[in-house]
């Protein structure tokens, strides 16, 4: 990918719209992007990769919405746009990000489009153009994902660095984005969930196998047998217990045949006795049958002269039912008779009441019909109160009026009168908030000073910070130093006294085999005045000595490398202090506590830029607010005169109108209630004389109806009385010829039809039993002759006795059979449970080795997706290292590390140093930090190189690298350039951020990213 133009609209610190056009580059393809701190630099990287991606380039940037520029107007919409060539192909990407406008409640629309230009033509190269079909196409193109992108193409400040320091966790984390090998995790994923299967079978099945143990007592009872001797072991063995079982499963079998057999011979016993029993009880139920039915038959014959007397009552009670008839109709002409009389007797007294009640009505009728006057009167005055009405009322809604204009003209004064108080007071505050912001201006004049001055004191300090941390390693080699050559010394000293000691016991071994006249392999002489005599302390052996000189060239080739660790430790410490004195640094000096107090003023400043930010922002719309107030006065003054000459009209209007009215009825109220009092007054005259006219005449009614209804009743009464009479005649006639000499005898023997029904169904019932009883006592006497009572207590005894016992065999039977099927039973699911859970525990074994393995948990601490990782990272490091032995002279090389990590945690992709200078090998956080930038940008660029050579149609034709040059010396910056340009040489489109002198220098071509005094930013190329 190779940006062409970058266009960037209230983005960053870039207020309105700013183009950085790659082709004024022209033939450079290395270039410096430069200006002040908080310029916008690194926002040219967040444009690129926000375009692309939607995202910024750093971990630190990832809320889109802060990417809008604070200095942007309300009305603009936050644009990137970016256009880049791609195999031989040209693209155009947009995006907006949303945001909310003041007084909006929602955010504005985003926008996302991605076309290819084809002839000054843009051809959509998506189906719909939204973000994740974008997103989908732009990692298509460019083969990478936006993790990839920041990692490799667009080095952010520091975040380069984190591959190269961090522990395997976060190497493995970067890599899975990078190499997409979360497929090697997600077997660990599968693997994990079949282990948590594999066991939660396994437990389930040995529950299974438990439960069925602990069964095994409930159902089968102790005894002294294979199966519970095995069960009482501490270990029971699965074998032994079932053998156990298949013995007390035929131990069970033999016993339930027995018990079926005697439990048969008792049932047979019993049942012959059973049936003996009943043909004897049979007998006596006859016997004591016969003694019940004669005894009921006493009983019968006992009733015979009741049921005679109630025979006879039943006959005369028959004849007295024949009259019912006729008593019925005389009682009912006697009620009748009563009820017309006493209605006879109400009728006469309604109309007496009725003719009081016509004479009282008359009277009154004759009262009201002399008010007529008073009625007549009382309608005149009414229809003068009505006449007055409309004007009262429109005198009232003239009031109204008046009133309401009255309030609106106070209203208008009162407001204009605030405003005009409020506009005094917005005046005041805009002079205060413009002396504000004017001092503000003035105390952050240094602002852009102070932050130059803080990030040249912030880079002295981080030298002086190396320079005192190299005095102190100094000071500890030295002390080393030290220690180590008055060791080497005082081994030297004891190694050649112990040296001597053995060639004194060499010279006497020597002259133990000298004999007079030979010769002295020494010296040659053949007389010997004076040999050497042993000494107990010269008794050394060759192995004592060489041992001695082994520890002492070990000591010595320590202290050796004591020595140019400690010339190297000098030699470099007086590199940092010349580069100090050059640098002019006064060692002395406090260079921290002046960076604190620098970065407190600058924090300051800064919030005191933000305030006059703010300030700016109330100023401005208090102006506004200030301008609308000058508008809304003039608006109520022109108000407030219009309402004052609607009023003058509206009065001369009122005063002419209520000259016309009586000065008692001028207010609506009084007069609505004059009429209303008037129409009282009327409404209670006329409805008298209509309820007096309407009570005559209802008199008048009632009292023709009353003297009708009185003839009609007393005609009534006469009737029904002779109609009384001819009834009792009749009556009194029937019962003599029944034989009833009097009334009295009649009622003596009168009874109802229920009475005389009962007393029939009484006679019938007692004829039905008697023949029963003597027919059953004769049947009875026949089936029982020749036959006698039978004891049958003994019996009974005999047969309850045998039922006990063949109950109780039947019960041994089932206990039996149940205990024989629980074993088998028992037998059967241990088997089959146990067999199962051998087959799941040794499943489980192998997934969980399996899964141990794959996950880390073995020896090395190296998991699956590591191990595919481990050769990534080592080609990547085998390509870094080409670069980075030229930049450290041929000093470092970076080789992966064996180590494993602290406190147990996963290894593999840990990164060591090897110091060709020392022969050692250390951790690459030990590395100063020029060179751990150096390590850095060569393991980005050796990655770089591996993913390319792995994704054959992915090139990587641009580059970008933010800061990280300041730590390194003159000669490194050097190294690091030429590595540069041998890259840009191989194609690439290189941008570098630094603040770095030699850098600019050495670079032909620069950005210029420029901070204006309002606070946004421009950029510009500069080619040299």
């Known amino acids: 990918m190779k940006p062409i133009t970058l266009t960037m609209t209230a983005f960053g610190p870039y207020k309105d719209t700013e183009t950085v056009d790659f082709r004024d580059l022209k033939d450079h393809r290395l270039f410096v992007i430069s200006g002040k701190t908080g310029a916008g630099k690194t926002t040219i990287f967040d444009g690129i990769c926000f375009a692309l991606y939607g995202q910024a380039s750093g971990e630190d940037r990832t809320d889109t919405k802060a990417l809008r520029s604070q200095f942007a107007d309300d009305s603009v919409q936050t644009t990137v746009e970016l256009t880049f060539d791609i195999h031989h192909r040209r693209f155009r990407v947009l995006?907006?990000?949303?945001?909310?406008?003041?007084?909006?409640?929602?955010?504005?629309?985003?926008?996302?489009?991605?076309?290819?230009?084809?002839?000054?033509?843009?051809?959509?190269?998506?189906?719909?153009?939204?973000?994740?079909?974008?997103?989908?196409?732009?990692?298509?193109?460019?083969?990478?994902?936006?993790?990839?992108?920041?990692?490799?193409?667009?080095?952010?400040?520091?975040?380069?660095?984190?591959?190269?320091?961090?522990?395997?966790?976060?190497?493995?984390?970067?890599?899975?984005?990078?190499?997409?090998?979360?497929?090697?995790?997600?077997?660990?994923?599968?693997?994990?969930?079949?282990?948590?299967e594999a066991n939660a079978d396994y437990l389930r099945e040995k529950q299974v196998s438990d439960a069925i143990l602990h069964q095994i007592p409930a159902k089968l009872p102790t005894r002294d047998a294979l199966l519970f001797t095995e069960l009482a072991s501490e270990y029971p063995n699965f074998h032994r217990l079932i053998a156990g079982l298949q013995e007390e499963h035929r131990y069970y079998q033999a016993q339930s045949v027995e018990k079926h057999e005697e439990y048969t011979r008792l049932y047979s016993i019993h049942n012959d006795k059973q049936k003996e029993l009943h043909s004897a009880r049979m007998i006596n139920e006859q016997f004591e049958k016969l003694r019940l039915r004669q005894n009921e038959l006493q009983q019968v014959h006992a009733q015979r002269n009741e049921m005679t007397l109630l025979e006879q009552r039943l006959r005369a009670a028959e004849r007295a039912a024949r009259l019912e008839d006729l008593e019925q109709q005389v009682k009912s002409n006697e009620v009748e008779w009563k009820r017309k009389e006493q209605r006879y007797h109400e009728a006469a007294g309604l109309l007496s009441d009725a003719n009081k009640q016509l004479a009282a009505v008359t009277v009154s009728y004759e009262q009201d019909q002399a008010r007529e006057q008073e009625r007549t009167a009382v309608k005149e005055e009414l229809l003068h109160l009505n006449t007055l009405l409309p004007i009262v009322s429109g005198l009232n809604e003239q009031q109204s009026k008046l009133a309401i204009l009255q309030k609106k003209v106070a209203q208008f004064d009162l407001q204009l009168r605030q405003n005009n108080q409020e506009l005094e007071q917005q005046q005041a505050i805009i002079s205060t908030q413009k002396k504000e912001i004017t001092e503000l201006e003035s105390a952050l004049e240094d602002y852009e000073l102070h932050l130059d001055e803080l990030s040249t004191i912030t880079a002295i300090s981080r030298q002086m910070k190396t320079y005192h941390e190299m005095v102190r390693k100094f000071q500890r080699v030295n002390i080393e130093y030290e220690g180590s050559k008055e060791k080497v010394d005082q081994l030297a000293v004891a190694y050649h006294e112990l040296e001597n000691r053995w060639i004194g016991s060499q010279a006497v071994m020597l002259a133990a085999s000298l004999q007079d006249e030979d010769a002295c392999p020494v010296c040659?002489?053949?007389?010997?005045?004076?040999?050497?005599?042993?000494?107990?302390?010269?008794?050394?052996?060759?192995?004592?000595?060489?041992?001695?000189?082994?520890?002492?060239?070990?000591?010595?080739?320590?202290?050796?490398?004591?020595?140019?660790?400690?010339?190297?430790?000098?030699?470099?410490?007086?590199?940092?202090?010349?580069?100090?004195?050059?640098?002019?640094?006064?060692?002395?000096?406090?260079?921290?506590?002046?960076?604190?107090?620098?970065?407190?003023?600058?924090?300051?400043?800064?919030?005191?830029?933000?305030?006059?930010?703010?300030?700016?922002?109330?100023?401005?719309q208090a102006e506004i607010a200030m301008s609308e107030r000058l508008i809304a006065i003039k608006d109520l003054e022109q108000q407030l005169n219009t309402a004052k000459r609607e009023l003058e009209t509206k009065q001369a209007i009122y005063d002419h109108t209520i000259?016309?009215?009586?000065?008692?009825?001028?207010?609506?109220?009084?007069?609505?209630?004059?009429?209303?009092?008037?129409?009282?007054?009327?409404?209670?005259?006329?409805?008298?004389?209509?309820?007096?006219?309407?009570?005559?005449?209802?008199?008048?009614?009632?009292r023709t109806q009353m003297d009708s209804r009185e003839q009609m009743e007393k005609q009534a009464v006469a009737e029904i009385k002779e109609k009384l009479n001819q009834s009792r005649a009749i009556f009194t006639k029937r019962m003599e010829e029944e034989g009833f000499a009097t009334e009295e005898s009649y009622l003596r023997v009168k009874l109802s039809l229920s009475n005389r029904q009962e007393i029939q169904q009484s006679l019938q019932t007692y004829v039905q039993t008697l023949h029963t009883l003597q027919s059953s006592v004769e049947e009875i006497k026949q089936s029982i002759e020749g036959k006698q009572p039978i004891d049958i207590q003994a019996m009974e005894q005999q047969v309850v006795t045998l039922k006990v016992q063949y109950e109780q065999a039947f019960g041994l039977y089932n206990q039996s059979q149940a205990r024989e099927q629980s074993a088998e039973e028992l037998y059967s699911q241990l088997k089959t449970s146990k067999a199962r859970e051998l087959v799941l525990e040794k499943t489980h074994g192998k997934i969980t080795n399996l899964y141990d393995i794959v996950r880390g948990q073995n020896k090395l601490k190296i998991s699956f997706e590591r191990f595919i990782q481990i050769e990534y990272l080592e080609r990547i490091i085998q390509a870094a290292n080409i670069r980075l032995r030229e930049l450290s002279n041929g000093q470092y090389e970076l080789i992966r590390s064996d180590r494993q990590e602290t406190r147990g945690k996963q290894s593999g992709l840990g990164i060591d140093v090897y110091d060709a200078y020392t022969g050692q090998t250390r951790d690459v956080k030990t590395l100063s930090g020029g060179e751990k930038f150096n390590a850095s940008l060569c393991l980005a660029l050796g990655m770089a190189d591996v993913i390319q050579s792995f994704q054959g149609a992915v090139r990587m034709e641009t580059m970008f690298i933010d800061e990280g040059f300041g730590a390194l010396d003159e000669e490194a910056i050097q190294k690091a350039i030429d590595t540069l340009i041998a890259l840009q040489q191989s194609g690439r489109m290189i941008g570098i951020i630094s603040h770095i002198d030699e850098m600019k220098e050495a670079i032909p071509a620069t950005l210029q990213v420029t901070k204006l005094k309002e606070g946004y930013s421009k950029t510009k190329f500069v080619l040299n």
Request: glycine share 2%.
């Open 524 to 620: 040659g002489s053949t007389h010997h005045p004076a040999k050497a005599v042993a000494k107990e302390e010269q008794q050394i052996t060759k192995q004592q000595l060489d041992k001695a000189k082994q520890e002492w060239i070990t000591i010595e080739q320590d202290f050796h490398a004591k020595q140019a660790e400690r010339q190297q430790v000098k030699q470099n410490l007086e590199t940092i202090k010349l580069d100090l004195q050059e640098q002019q640094v006064e060692l002395e000096r406090d260079y921290r506590t002046e960076q604190v107090e620098l970065e407190k003023k600058v924090a300051m400043l800064r919030k005191n830029r933000d305030v006059l930010k703010k300030k700016r922002d109330m100023y401005t």
């Open 659 to 702: 000259s016309s009215v009586p000065e008692g009825l001028r207010v609506l109220s009084i007069l609505q209630e004059q009429i209303r009092a008037k129409e009282t007054v009327s409404w209670q005259l006329e409805e008298a004389w209509k309820q007096v006219q309407q009570q005559l005449q209802e008199a008048n009614t009632l």
């Open 95 to 196: 995006r907006q990000i949303p945001y909310r406008k003041q007084g909006n409640k929602s955010d504005t629309l985003g926008r996302c489009e991605l076309h290819e230009v084809k002839d000054e033509q843009l051809i959509p190269v998506v189906d719909r153009q939204i973000v994740t079909e974008v997103n989908e196409k732009i990692e298509q193109l460019l083969g990478f994902s936006h993790a990839q992108f920041s990692q490799i193409m667009m080095l952010p400040q520091g975040e380069f660095r984190k591959f190269l320091t961090s522990d395997t966790g976060n190497k493995e984390a970067i890599m899975r984005k990078i190499f997409k090998t979360e497929p090697y995790q997600k077997i660990v994923d599968r693997l994990k969930m079949k282990k948590d």
